[in-house]
T-cell receptor, first 114, second 112 residues
């Protein structure tokens, strides 16, 4: 059984629209993250949350907004979608947010923006 | 410029052969390294971690770390076709807050 659930698995959107990517983890971890992987760039850190608080944000654009309604949830809202946003978005979690904690990744949401 | 450089970009080895992958960080603040494996269309799965100088072996996989040069290597002996995947090196500092820096990866192909 997957312990980090991401929904949907595939998403097609039109330029300018808004989408929400869902992530829930059942590993009992206290830290959650969003990473992005595209054909043009390696796996890239976006956000980290620890105990539902934003700890680090490496995303320059405010169009990307993480939302944490519960400790084991971290959704990602993307507004004003652009074709360049096309990528696979991975949610990840770790026991805590510091140093040597190993990250575990969900299966990803593959987003295509037309 | 990428903080984590991996080489080679791609590697073809025969079944039963040895695969050697390299990774170097240009960030002197890095303390920890991981190797992840990502099969096509799947998510990255942690293969091995190494945090201290030296060598660590788990089954067919061995990792080395030289902290002075911030270089790590992964060696896969008796390579199997199922080992064919993208191997990602990740590095982080002590206060990274989950911010792992990933390299672009080495695409390993094991030919039966």
């Amino acid at each position: 059984d997957p312990k980090i659930i991401q929904k949907p698995k595939y998403l097609v959107a039109v330029t300018g629209s808004e989408k929400i990517l869902i992530c829930e983890q059942y590993l009992g971890h206290n830290a959650m993250y969003w990473y992005r992987q595209s054909a043009k760039k390696p796996l890239e850190f976006m956000f980290s949350y620890s105990y539902q608080k934003l700890m680090d944000n490496q995303t320059a654009s405010s169009r990307f907004q993480p939302q944490s309604s519960k400790k084991n949830h971290l959704d990602l809202q993307i507004t004003a979608l652009k074709p360049d946003d096309s990528a696979t978005y991975f949610c990840a979690s770790s026991q805590d947010g510091w140093g040597k904690n190993t990250l575990y990744f969900g299966a990803g949401t593959r987003l295509s923006v037309l | 410029q990428q903080k984590v450089q991996q080489s080679p970009e791609s590697l073809i080895v025969p079944e039963g052969g040895m695969a050697s992958l390299n990774c170097t960080s240009s960030d002197r603040n890095v303390d920890y390294f991981w190797w992840y494996r990502q099969h096509s269309g799947k998510s990255p799965k942690m293969l091995m971690s190494i945090f201290s100088n030296g060598e660590k072996e788990e089954g067919r996989f061995t990792v080395h770390l030289n902290k002075a040069s911030l270089h790590t290597s992964l060696h896969i002996r008796d390579s199997q076709p199922s080992d064919s995947a993208l191997y990602l090196c990740a590095a982080a500092g002590g206060s990274a807050l989950g911010r792992l820096h990933f390299g672009a990866g080495t695409q390993l192909i094991v030919i039966p």
